[in-house]
T-cell receptor
Framework: EAQVTQNPRYLITVTGKKLTVTCSQNMNHEYMSWYRQDPGLGLRQIYY???????DKGDVPEGYKVSRKEKRNFPLILESPSPNQTSLYFCASSPGTSGFSYNEQFFGPGTRLTVL | AQTVTQSQPEMSVQEAETVTLSCTYD???????LFWYKQPPSRQMILVIRQEAYKQQNATENRFSVNFQKAAKSFSLKISDSQLGDAAMYFC?????????????????FGTGTRLTIIP
C-alpha cells in the first residue's frame, strides 16, 4: 500500500530534550515536506526537500532541522524543543517535477507533539 | 507572498442539505492550483477537490463542486446532499504553478480552516 508513515504519532516531552520525528514514504517520491498545524493558523511549511541531500527552509524553520540521506526518509529534528513547538506535525510527499506540473501531495497521519 | 483566507471559522448544515464554504486568496501569479482538503477527527488530510487556474470550468467530484472566480480570487466549495461523514475541518489551499517562481517548492499555502458540523 502506497503511504507516508510518521513516528511517533503522539509524543509528550520536556523543554530542551532533543527529539526526532521520522517520516518515510514507499512511493519513490522525490519531493518531501514538513508542515505544522496550529489552531487559527492552518498548516505552515517548515522545511522541504526536492531530492536526496537537497533541503531548504519553508516559512517557519526556526528551531527545526531536517536531513535527507535516503530518498524514502525525511526526519524532522528538534534539537532543543520549546513549548511554542507544541503542535500537530504533518509530513507530505509527491513525485516532484520541480514545480512545472501538478502532482498530488500525500500526507502522513500526523504527529501530535506536546512540549512541557 | 500568497495568502489564503477562510472567513467562516464554523459552519453547520442539516443532513441532506447543501452548504457552501468560502475561500478567497491573494496572488500576483497567473498560473496556480487551488485545493480543498478535508480533515476529519482522525486528523488525516484528505484531498477533496482540485482546480487549475487556467481551467475556466469549475471542478466537480461527486457531491463536491467549486465556484472558481479567478478575477475575484474566490474559490468556494459546495457540498450537496450533506452526510454525517462530511463533518470535518475543511482547508482551502493554494499552490504556485510556476517552477521558476517557486524553484521546485511544492508548498501548499493553507487557510485557517472551517469546521463543518452536520446536524442529523
Amino acid at each position: 500500500e502506497a503511504q507516508v508513515t510518521q513516528n511517533p504519532r503522539y509524543l509528550i516531552t520536556v523543554t530542551g530534550k532533543k527529539l526526532t520525528v521520522t517520516c518515510s514514504q514507499n512511493m519513490n517520491h522525490e519531493y518531501m515536506s514538513w508542515y505544522r498545524q496550529d489552531p487559527g493558523l492552518g498548516l505552515r511549511q517548515i522545511y522541504y526537500s526536492m531530492n536526496v541531500e537537497v533541503t531548504d527552509k519553508g516559512d517557519v524553520p526556526e528551531g527545526y532541522k531536517v536531513s535527507r540521506k535516503e530518498k524514502r526518509n525525511f526526519p524532522l529534528i528538534l534539537e532543543s524543543p520549546s513549548p511554542n513547538q507544541t503542535s500537530l506535525y504533518f509530513c507530505a510527499s509527491s513525485p516532484g517535477t520541480s514545480g512545472f506540473s501538478y502532482n498530488e501531495q500525500f500526507f502522513g497521519p500526523g504527529t501530535r507533539l506536546t512540549v512541557l | 507572498a500568497q495568502t489564503v483566507t477562510q472567513s467562516q471559522p464554523e459552519m453547520s448544515v442539516q443532513e441532506a442539505e447543501t452548504v457552501t464554504l468560502s475561500c478567497t486568496y491573494d496572488t500576483s501569479e497567473s498560473d496556480y492550483y487551488l485545493f480543498w482538503y478535508k480533515q476529519p477527527p482522525s486528523r488525516q488530510m484528505i484531498l477533496v477537490i482540485r482546480q487549475e487556474a487556467y481551467k475556466q470550468q469549475n471542478a466537480t467530484e461527486n457531491r463536491f463542486s467549486v465556484n472558481f472566480q479567478k478575477a475575484a480570487k474566490s474559490f468556494s466549495l459546495k457540498i450537496s446532499d450533506s452526510q454525517l461523514g462530511d463533518a470535518a475541518m475543511y482547508f482551502c489551499a493554494y499552490r504556485s504553478g510556476l517552477g521558476k517562481s517557486n524553484f521546485g517548492n511544492e508548498k501548499l499555502t493553507f487557510g485557517t480552516g472551517t469546521r463543518l458540523t452536520i446536524i442529523p
